[in-house]
């Protein structure tokens, strides 16, 4: 059964902190995608990864970046949290043609 | 630029039938997919198409119209857990990421 799971589901940082968020697939993919998806806004890219050590921008990748260090694993980083950070932060894999399989969210609060 | 544009709320009745439509504007296509995301819950798969015409699967179906630009997803027989938001995407060539609509919000009442 496929699955994609992240470190958190709920999180509360504070402006300034250093924040990871985790995400781990067990399906061999290559492809893992970083969106964060805020109300009438809808699901917006901020980073992706076609393989180990590889990395492309997205849609909004500022203030983030990410590391794929493994090919099950593809991290998101906020360097130093904002308040506009604030949101539900979803990762997603997929093989090469497929659809993508999400992760179940992780719902980030910067105080 | 890549546009996805579909409504942003419906609401239909128990039992009855919804379309939902979807256009389309990118710079290249490959393919059209529908999803399903419950409140707070991710994303789920419901459809993909990329030739032309209707694909059925249960009480989904899924159109396309690759000229016109258009994609529409129908839901017979709706049941009060089809309230949720359903998020059309395409992938405008080879293996770039998903675009994204902003979602429509279904309301099933009874």
């Known amino acids: 059964d496929v699955k994609v799971t992240q470190s958190s589901r709920y999180l509360v940082k504070r402006t300034g902190e250093k924040v990871f968020l985790e995400c781990v697939q067990d399906?061999?993919?290559?492809?893992m995608f970083w969106y964060r998806q805020d109300p009438g806004l809808g699901l917006r890219l901020i980073y992706f990864?076609?393989?180990?050590?590889?990395?492309e921008k997205g849609d909004i990748p500022e203030g983030y970046s990410v590391s794929r260090e493994k090919k099950e694993r593809f991290s998101l980083i906020l360097e130093s949290a904002s308040t506009n950070q604030t949101s539900m932060y979803l990762c997603?894999?997929?093989?090469?043609?497929?659809?993508?399989?999400f992760g179940p969210g992780t719902r980030l609060t910067v105080l | 630029g890549q546009n996805i544009d579909q409504p942003t709320e419906m609401t239909a009745t128990e039992g009855a039938i919804v379309q939902i439509n979807c256009t389309y504007q990118?710079?290249?296509?490959?393919?059209l997919f529908w999803y399903q995301q419950h409140a707070g819950e991710a994303p789920t798969f419901l459809s993909y198409?990329?030739?032309?015409g209707l694909e059925e699967k249960g009480r989904f179906s899924s159109f396309l119209s690759r000229s016109k630009g258009y994609s529409y997803l129908l839901l017979k027989e709706l049941q009060m857990k089809d309230s949720a938001s359903y998020l059309c995407?395409?992938?405008?060539?080879?293996?770039?990421?998903?675009?994204f609509g902003k979602g429509t919000r279904l309301s099933v009442i009874a």
């Open positions: 997603a894999s997929r093989s090469s043609y497929n659809e993508q399989f």
């Open positions: 399906m061999d993919h290559e492809n």
């Open positions: 990864s076609y393989d180990v050590k590889m990395k």
């Open positions: 990118t710079s290249g296509f490959n393919g």
């Open positions: 198409n990329v030739l032309d």
């Open positions: 995407a395409v992938r405008d060539s080879g293996n770039t990421p998903l675009v």
